[in-house]
């Protein structure tokens, strides 16, 4: 019995860190594919006269962004469109530290 408890004090503690850590993960591979972006519509902008989207940032010759990075990206933004509005509500009343 002392042998579960013990184990259960542990998964306590190591469950939220972990999950933590994953988060962080996530949020880091997230700023760095915005740095990505960012960098390419900055090289796109100085050989042309505006802008481009994702899908032409990925078709340009030569490519500004790696085409699966522009499929991931496509993925996410159809993932966030179709959140609910009060889940995209609560994204927006967090500290800015998340933003």
Known sequence: MIVVAIIALLAAIAIPNLLRARLQTNESAAQAALK???TAEITYRTANTQYATLTALGAATPPYLDLVLVAELSLAQRMVT???PVMLQQRHSM???YL
Request: charged residues 0%; glycine residues 0%; proline residues 22%.
């Open 36 to 38: 990505t972006i960012a």
């Open 95 to 97: 500290p800015a530290l």
């Open 82 to 84: 179709t959140l609910p």
